[in-house]
């Protein structure tokens, strides 16, 4: 797999187990084990986020989650605005 690609995937992959880490947290907060594997996990993404700085990101995209709202709208109205034209 092209590596341009492979950093985004990595990228979801720990942000998924870091939610799901941090989920199993929220009910279970004397799991040292668990502790360790969070900070692992917040490494880790650190260390594949250094790895995607060419990605960008539209300010609408950014805008809609600062917003509480679900960003694939913003993919949405793209393919809206495409399809009516």
């Known amino acids: 797999m092209d590596s341009s690609k492979q950093n985004p995937n990595q990228v979801i992959n ?3 187990k870091t939610l799901g880490i941090l989920h ?4 279970n907060c004397n799991n040292v ?5 969070l900070v692992l996990e917040l490494d880790n993404m650190v260390k594949f986020g250094e790895k995607c700085h060419n990605i ?5 995209v950014l805008n809609l989650i600062d917003d509480g709202k679900n960003p694939d709208e913003f ?4 393919y809206s605005q495409q399809l009516n034209h």
Do not use: C, F
Not at 33 to 37: E, I, K, V, Y
Not at 75 to 78: K, L, N, S
């Open 75 to 78: 993919t949405r109205d793209v």
């Open 33 to 37: 084990a668990n502790l360790n594997n």
């Open 24 to 27: 199993y947290l929220s009910s």
């Open 14 to 16: 720990s942000i998924e």
């Open 56 to 60: 960008q990101v539209p300010m609408k």
